[in-house]
């Protein structure tokens, strides 16, 4: 059973910086995959990093692409997001996933578990 815990959310200013992680225990097979969602308040979750842990591929969502950085450290068995230059839209509970990928056109990330958030809040 594969357990993540999310860590490092909080309040901050736009433009400021935030770094979460994703502790994730149990066995994660070398084939799968991980991702941050967030979900903010009367919106649907979207997918907003996902990351293939057999080579560190990586896509990030137009828009917060050059702002976001997905990442790893493998001996640690942690996932990060590094924010930077955050912006209230940005605001939103972030959660940290991991699944199976499923290749078609691109890669997706199937999640199979997931964590129980961590709150991003951004004030202009």
């Known amino acids: 059973q594969v357990q993540l815990v999310e860590s490092g959310g909080g309040s901050v200013q736009a433009g400021g910086t935030l770094r979460l992680s994703c502790a994730a225990a149990g066995v994660i097979d070398r084939t799968d995959c991980m991702a941050w969602f967030r979900q903010a308040p009367g919106k649907e979750r979207e997918e907003v990093a996902r990351?293939?842990?057999?080579?560190?591929?990586?896509t990030e969502l137009d828009s917060v692409r050059g702002r976001f950085t997905i990442s790893r450290d493998k001996a640690k068995n942690t996932l990060y997001l590094q924010m930077v230059s955050l912006k209230p839209e940005d605001t939103a509970m972030y959660y940290c996933?991991?699944?199976?990928?499923?290749?078609?056109?691109?890669?997706?990330?199937?999640?199979?578990?997931w964590g129980r958030g961590t709150q991003v809040t951004v004030s202009s």
């Open positions: 990351i293939l842990l057999r080579d560190d591929a990586s």
């Open positions: 996933a991991a699944g199976r990928p499923y290749y078609g056109l691109t890669w997706s990330c199937e999640t199979e578990h």
